[in-house]
């Protein structure tokens, strides 16, 4: 009969172990979503154009962050370098924190923007 009870007690055991985490899973899974949903949404201004310092004012105001693509170290961002690019673009709907990612032409290249 102690064999049995042991046996009992083991599958309970193992039972309320699975329980727990299937509990655990079910609500970080549903805290996870609720956190990914929260938040509002903003439309991305058009920053084309625009100098590095409009540029963050304006992503600061709508709660978004700037990276700067194609330039290694932001001090060589030459001065009256304008935005020639920008991803995403002006008017995509993203959530508030998100990374707008823009490229820089230099105004004292003579390489223009290839129009193809």
Known sequence: ????FAYIVIVLKRLLTVGLLAFIFSFSLIAVTCFA????TV?????????????EKELDEAGLRIKI????????IPAGASISE???????????????RVSFLDPTSSAAPSGN
């Open 43 to 55: 439309e991305v201004p058009n920053l084309v154009g625009k100098s590095k310092v409009e540029a």
């Open 37 to 40: 949903l929260r938040g509002r």
């Open 1 to 4: 009969m102690s064999t049995r």
């Open 86 to 100: 920008q991803t995403p673009a002006a008017g995509t709907t993203v959530k508030t924190g998100y990374q707008v």
């Open 69 to 76: 693509i194609g330039i290694t170290d932001q001090k060589e």
